[in-house]
């Protein structure tokens, strides 16, 4: 399980972006997340996600508010 804190969301197209602990960016599309509502997210929120691999990169999925 990975960790991140919400980089960039683009509202009116529904996903965004995650930056990892480890220093990368990671995609997230609101149909990925997992007990919390897209529109109740802000920059800056802490998240806790799987990485799956993609064509087009690395995508996060089970996307949801971490655990403190």
Not at 62 to 68: D, E
């Amino acid at each position: 399980m990975h960790t991140g804190k919400v980089k960039k969301l683009v509202r009116e197209r529904g996903f965004g972006f995650i930056s990892d602990t480890d220093g990368s960016e990671v995609f997230f599309h609101k149909n990925n997340l997992v007990g919390v509502e897209f529109d109740a997210l802000n920059e800056n929120d802490e998240l806790e996600f799987e990485v799956e691999k993609s064509p087009k990169g690395a995508s996060a999925i089970n996307v949801s508010i971490a655990k403190k």
